[in-house]
């Protein structure tokens, strides 16, 4: 997207912060030393603009969008979208390739007050990521109003001193620009609060794929200078097992309620070519088992004469062979985990 399309950029000096970053490239490249903050580059000289490449996170409360953004950054399915909170629990790599840049976007879980192993163990899992990447998302509905659940995320971020951290006000498509305002407003009072400034504010709709690509443009300056990280068309380096996991487990969380949602974990035991099959028509067997906590869960999953276990068999399906472009066998089953998510060992096995 042309800078000048931009609808909506809280900082109102952003065309300042574009100049100074021509100027410290400038800098740093030391092919354009002689440029002056404010002289647009020509474009020749754009064409010599350094490749960067590195490490992006999005963080913010469950639901807050994270997932869906990535998706719409990266262009295809990734990471697994729900209307139901904490979704994502793999870390889950989409992979951005540009001219001019490769950004490597790491979802991570939200962060929360833990009240189970499971809880602290997502934590350091989004505490690690947020010290190792080279820019943090912060994604703020603009739906709602900025709650407790936001500060607590913030105040950590406070503490990350080094990582720029860019402020993205992710639905945008369902407020006015009054209620956006606001919330741009009170996203700029509280970096100051807690003593940091945002390397930018920016409001997308990845639904209404609103200024996902101007997202992508401030990214990629705060990415160091360097080489392509990963071959051009990986979308991810996550197994091809845990993405496939990720889909049924999605499949699954449609229409459970309560702590259920917390209770399901799916493990692919196997994925293997169907042997004897004629070139043209290939079949992959995928052999998956969805975890509950409790006996009494497994009625809710398998449903009035299995019909619900059924449901997320073809549709999970229908998204795995999407993603691995290939016809698939998928057989599922229910199996109880008593109290997984409390106990160390089932943990390790079901991959946490
Ligand atoms: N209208 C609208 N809905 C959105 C947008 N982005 C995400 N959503 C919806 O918000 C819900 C949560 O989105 P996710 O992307 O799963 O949120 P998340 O932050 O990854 O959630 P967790 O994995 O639970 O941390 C889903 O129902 C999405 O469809 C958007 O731009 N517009």
Known sequence: MARDDRPYVARDD??????????????????????????????????????????????????????????????????????????????????????????????????????????????????????????????????????????????????????????????????????????????????????????????????????????ADLLVPLLPEGPTLYPEGDLTDEPEQVMVAELIREAALEGVRDELPHSIAVVVEEMLPREDRPADRPLLDIHANLYIERPSQKGIIIGPKGRRLKEVGTKSRKHIEALLGTPVFLDLHVKVAKDWQRDPKQLRKLGF
């Open 14 to 215: 952003w065309s300042h912060q574009a100049r100074d970053d021509w100027s410290e490239r400038a800098g740093a490249s030391g092919r354009m030393g002689s440029m002056t903050a404010g002289t647009p580059p020509s474009p020749t000289e754009q064409r010599e603009t350094p490749h960067r490449s590195g490490f992006a996170c999005f963080v913010g409360r469950p639901n807050a969008g994270k997932s869906t953004l990535t998706n719409a950054l990266v262009g295809t399915k990734v990471a697994i979208t729900s209307n139901r909170p904490q979704t994502t629990r793999h870390t889950v790599r989409g992979i951005v390739h540009r001219p001019d840049a490769q950004l490597v976007l790491v979802d991570t879980p939200g962060l929360h007050k833990p009240r189970t192993l499971l809880g602290e163990r997502l934590n350091d899992v989004v505490r690690t990521t947020w010290a190792e990447v080279d820019v943090i998302g912060f994604c703020l509905p603009a739906d709602q109003k900025l709650g407790p659940g936001d500060r607590y995320i913030a105040t950590e971020l406070a503490g990350i001193k080094k990582t720029p951290k860019i402020a993205i006000v992710t639905k945008t498509d369902l407020v006015e620009s009054k209620q956006l305002a606001e919330q741009l407003i009170a996203i700029d009072r509280l970096g100051t609060e807690l003593g940091f400034e945002w390397a930018e504010i920016v409001p997308v709709s990845a639904v209404g794929d609103k200024q996902v690509g101007l997202l």
